[in-house]
């Protein structure tokens, strides 16, 4: 993916259809849905890619609350800012601004000490450094803050993306679920194998601790999303698929591009004939608390 690219959000943002739920899952579990307006809340939406944490926060987060809640919705790539400042703007989201900010060196940019909550939807595990990510995501929190992240146990998209790799000539092989995250960290402390192992809680909560969060606990929860048929599934995910597999394929994703879409229709319709498309998404929701 080209974070860079000034289309990089328009070419996300279907994606909101699959994260919406989790994020709303972060807000419940760090408590701000139930916030009684009694507190200040100054919320980091790390990461924040088109904004989809910030949109759940003014939907979710009640009305007293919301008075005294400031965020800052902090993305490395210029174009996703940009698409989420129009989104304050267009929505009017009192309290909300957007910047340029790398998730791996938050203190360069914000104040050390300052966030009552800092979530992460999606991004969190798929770092190019994910522990350095934990660890100014710790630093930025004030002392009692929360911080939750999420990360993928299964991707709706990868049964049906794996067969219809298979229908294009010459096309790659999707790889294992752990090589694909693992090929987006590129810094680690233990070896290459280190990459393949941020899919499993049992070590991404260690790293949490590691990085000096308490009371840390993982939940997992699951969404369904459905399509009409094999066109509009084909249609709804072959581009942001497409756009994902960059990470793995780097420029050959231009080679076999144009046949994907094409062969992911032929894929589905070939399981499930003319029917809906149902596609199960589940994600670890992960909450620790700073002392």
Same mark, same amino acid.
């Given at each position: 993916m080209d974070w860079k690219n000034a289309q990089v959000a328009e070419?996300?943002? &279907?994606? /909101? #259809? @699959?994260?919406? %739920?989790f994020a709303a899952h972060l807000i419940d579990l760090s408590g701000l849905s139930t916030a009684d307006g009694s507190s200040d809340l100054v919320v980091l939406d790390n990461?924040?890619?088109?904004?989809?944490?910030?949109?759940?926060? $003014?939907? $979710?987060? &009640? #009305?007293?609350?919301?008075?005294? @809640? !400031?965020?800052? !919705?902090?993305?490395?790539s210029p174009p996703m800012v940009e698409s989420v400042a129009a989104r304050i703007t267009e929505?009017? *989201?009192?309290?909300?601004t957007a910047q340029v900010v790398d998730a791996q060196s938050l203190s360069a940019t914000l104040p050390t000490a300052h966030f009552t909550h800092v979530l992460t939807n999606f991004a969190a595990c798929h770092l190019p450094d994910p522990r350095a990510g934990l660890r100014e995501a710790f630093r930025v929190l004030r002392p009692g803050g929360t911080m939750a992240f999420t990360a993928w146990k299964a991707v709706g998209w990868y049964p049906h993306t794996a067969r219809a790799l298979a229908l294009i000539p010459g096309a790659p092989?999707? %790889? &294992?679920?752990?090589?694909?995250?693992? !090929? @987006?960290?590129?810094?680690?402390?233990?070896? =290459? =194998? =280190?990459?393949?192992? *941020?899919?499993? %809680? #049992?070590?991404f909560e260690a790293r949490v601790r590691e990085a000096g969060f308490a009371e840390v606990e993982t939940?997992?929860? /699951?969404?369904?999303?459905?399509?009409?048929?094999?066109? /509009? $599934?084909?249609? #709804?995910?072959?581009?942001i698929t497409k756009r994902m597999l960059s990470t793995v394929w780097g420029d050959r994703v231009d080679e076999f591009g144009a046949q994907f879409e094409g062969a992911l229709e032929r894929a589905v319709r070939e399981e499930v004939g003319d029917g809906e498309v149902v596609l199960k998404w589940e994600a670890y929701c992960v909450i620790a608390k700073k002392a």
């Open positions: 070419r996300y943002k &279907p994606g /909101e #259809a @699959m994260t919406g %739920p990461a924040c890619g088109t904004g989809i944490v910030t949109l759940q926060l $003014h939907e $979710h987060v &009640p #009305a007293a609350a919301r008075a005294r @809640m !400031s965020v800052v !919705s902090a993305d490395f929505n009017g *989201w009192a309290g909300a092989a999707l %790889p &294992p679920f752990a090589d694909f995250v693992g !090929s @987006m960290v590129t810094a680690t402390a233990s070896g =290459e =194998e =280190e990459k393949r192992r *941020w899919v499993d %809680p #049992a070590f939940v997992l929860r /699951e969404n369904v999303t459905r399509t009409a048929g094999a066109a /509009e $599934h084909a249609k #709804a995910y072959a581009e």
